[in-house]
């Protein structure tokens, strides 16, 4: 890769946002969350497609898993009608615990593989689950005048 | 993530509403219908409670006033939450997304010269067989997921939109509908316990102390009707549940057979139980806007209230045909016929026709689509 970045902190500080890509929302089967698994443009010269396409099916896994429909759904339903929903004072419900874990995979995921790229990832939820964010970052030390243009043409010539 | 600037969500929230308690409750300007709800109901339990139940408990069982006291506190409850909850709203798009959106949008249209107003921005999508058309809405600057619409009172896309109730004084949505539905139902449960009550106190005082009979008509004449109406909305929620269907969808007959044969319901799962239990007992999920550590205490989206004749139910049609102006009327014109109580409503036979007419109001509205 032409930029390295070793952690998110220096991403942060020595790096300029270039661009920004969106991966809306697939709607094939339905309203249930799920996110287009086609890859970007942009980023085909800073990640590989593979390391990608893992990291979105895996966080439409857990959407699905969380909106999973079963026994425990229903029976926290129903529990939660019973005592007029003042059971989520004391306990948080399924959907919320993998929001969770999806959090700590995202973060997991920048720091490991993205933020080396001068990529970052944005939690769907902080858009309102309507797209996953992806930033591209460019080294502020390379050439100012690309900072506008597609990561092809923006990575440095050192 | 990026950055954490120092202002709320709350405080930048481009919808029409306002917030109290540091965020952790969202309103509108104009909440009046609301706490007319509000009033009506804790004035008709209150009467109940303090002038009938005595009396049952005495003479009856002291189960009656414990049952209707937890009817009562689970109304108001899931009044509280299908107001105070956040029903679903679409954050609007950043800049940087509403951007992409328009370069995506253009790319597919083709250039077009000044003053030339593109074709309206469509998406098609197959869902289960069924090809789905989603709107781009031009105030939130995406394109809507299906099932959302945009909620002209309240200024925001809502997901899952039902109708904008003001008697709830919200939208009622995809995270609120089992609240709305839950208040609606225990409502319509209370009214028929305290109308039968109400009735029985009567009939057993009137065999004791031989009470007036014009007491016993008009009143329960009215009261009959509000049960009624109010059965009747939970009964078409009802129906709405086992079909997955939403108020919207049903008014405007997005899945009916009457638009093209082989029409379906491309959300429904088949089953009725399935669909209840999908409905009711789904997920519930986070907030965007929650800055509160309190999960339970989500946000109200009250709106202005409109006062403007609404569209009214399908259902309203079917029960009201004489009507031009179908609505509901309140099921809180229950009035306690003791004797020590003066009656809010004339008790004379001479009731005018009319009064019943201007004390019915329109219950809930399904808000006209924005930005199409």
């Known amino acids: 890769m032409a930029t390295e970045f070793h952690n998110l902190q220096e991403l942060r500080h020595s790096a300029s946002l270039a661009n920004k890509v969106f991966l809306q929302r697939d709607y094939s089967e339905g309203t249930t969350c799920r996110f287009q698994t086609k890859f970007p443009s942009e980023l085909e010269s800073r990640i590989e497609r593979t390391l990608f396409e893992d990291t979105v099916k895996t966080l439409n896994n857990y959407y699905a898993e969380a909106e999973k429909m079963g026994g425990q759904s229903y029976l926290e339903g129903c529990l939660a009608c019973a005592t007029a929903y003042l059971i989520f004072l004391c306990m948080e419900t399924r959907y919320e615990k993998v929001l969770k874990k999806i959090g700590r995979y995202i973060q997991e995921q920048n720091e490991k593989i993205y933020a080396p790229r001068g990529l970052l990832i944005t939690d769907p939820i902080e858009r309102g689950m309507r797209v996953i964010e992806i930033s591209i970052y460019e080294d502020r030390g390379s050439s100012g005048s690309c900072s506008g243009s597609s990561s092809t043409s923006g990575s440095s010539a050192r | ?372």
């Not at chain 2, 009624?228 to 079909?243: E, K, N």
């Not at chain 2, 550590?293 to 049609?317: D, M, T």
């Open chain 2, 1 to 372: 993530i990026i950055t954490r600037t120092h202002r709320r969500k709350w405080q930048i929230f481009p919808g029409r509403n306002r917030f109290y308690c540091n965020g952790r409750v969202m309103m509108a300007r104009q909440t009046g219908v609301f706490y007319l709800t509000l009033v009506l109901i804790m004035v008709t339990s209150g009467l109940f409670f303090a002038f009938d139940c005595p009396f049952l408990a005495s003479n009856l069982t002291p189960a009656i006033p414990v049952i209707g006291g937890v009817l009562f506190v689970f109304v108001l409850g899931m009044l509280f939450r299908a107001s105070f909850s956040d029903p679903g709203v679409l954050p609007r798009a950043t800049p940087d997304e509403a951007a992409d959106l328009e370069r995506q949008i253009d790319g597919a249209n083709g250039p077009s010269g000044p003053g030339y107003r593109p074709p309206p921005r469509i998406r098609e999508v197959v869902i289960n067989g069924q090809t789905v058309k989603l709107k781009y809405c031009f105030t939130c600057k995406i394109f809507r997921p299906p099932r959302a619409s945009h909620c002209s009172l309240c200024d925001n896309c809502v997901e899952r939109f039902d109708h904008h109730c003001p008697w709830v004084g919200n939208c009622v949505g995809k995270r609120n509908y089992r609240f709305f539905y839950l208040f609606v139902l225990s409502l319509s449960f209370l009214t028929v316990f305290i109308f039968a009550f109400v009735i029985t106190h009567v009939i057993l005082r009137s065999n004791r102390t031989g009470f007036l009979s014009a007491l016993k008509d008009s009143p329960v004449v009215v009261c009959f009707f509000s049960v009624w109406s109010i059965m009747g909305l939970s009964g078409f929620h009802t129906y709405l549940i086992s079909s997955n269907q939403t108020t919207n969808e049903d008014i405007k007959g997005s899945w009916s057979t009457k638009r093209a044969k082989d029409n379906y319901n491309p959300y429904s799962y088949g089953n009725i139980l399935t669909n209840c239990c999908a409905a009711l007992c789904g997920i519930l999920d986070n907030l965007f806007i929650s800055s509160s550590s309190l999960p339970f205490l989500l946000f109200s989206s009250f709106s202005s209230i409109s006062l403007l004749p609404p569209p009214s139910l399908s259902f309203l049609l079917h029960l009201s045909p004489s009507s031009s102006l179908p609505s509901i009327s309140l099921p809180f014109l229950l009035f306690s016929p003791s004797s020590s109580l003066p009656c809010l409503l004339s008790s004379s036979s001479s009731l005018p026709p009319g009064a019943a007419g201007s004390l019915v109001v329109r219950i809930c509205r399904s808000a006209t689509e924005q930005g199409s």
